[in-house]
């Protein structure tokens, strides 16, 4: 999943991206100023815009005005420090989809976002898959022919990356940018024992982890001889 943060705050735009994809496997874009934020949705996608609205150059109101009137039906959720109940029926009738007021816990945030984006897909309880490997989104859970697959937090984070692009490599550098952005405890060196610990969790599964030289590491079910599914 592909968000844009639209946040003037340096230090909390910075937090709110590692921990969110750490934690959930959220890809982060950020804008600091509505005028950027704008540009972007103009002309980029995203599954859905975390958005304060106490904005420079276009207010989180004006983004969202023009989104709409563009009919860019991204799911739109609202951090703000400003929790009037005239502030938010304002701001749901604008457009926003949600409400989330400052200060908050990010596990709210992440369920929230979550939330929203299954309704806009359509999906109550979407789930991905990799043979009889899966990963159920809501839950945040892999399992193996119905059994929980027990994972380190670092693990877990791996192979749900990996499973958000089954079937196609991710180069150790994807991975690191994609999980662990500006983490200084995990470098290249530490994806690679995180991918040999998951392939020891994985033997037998029916999906396992192959390396593609000169490509990455790549996520892909197995006949039941062991050999990749074509």
Known sequence: MRILLVEDEPELARWLAKTLARHAGIVVDWAND????????????????VLDLGLPGLDGHGVIARMRERDDRTPVLVLTARDSLTERVGTLHEGADDFLPKPFMVEELEARLLALVRRARGKEHPRLACGPLQFDTAAQRFS??????????????????????????????????RVFPGDADVNLE?????????????????????TLRGLGYCLEPVEANGSPLP
């Open 144 to 177: 193996v022919h119905g059994e929980p697959l027990t994972l380190s937090p670092r693990e877990h984070a791996v192979l749900r990356a990996l499973i958000q692009r089954s079937g196609e490599p991710m180069s150790k550098q994807q991975i690191l940018d």
């Open 190 to 210: 530490a994806i690679e024992v995180y991918v040999h610990r998951l392939r020891k969790k994985l033997a037998g599964t029916g999906a396992q982890i192959v």
């Open 34 to 49: 509505g005028v950027l934020a704008d540009r972007r949705l103009a002309t980029e996608d995203f599954d859905a815009v």
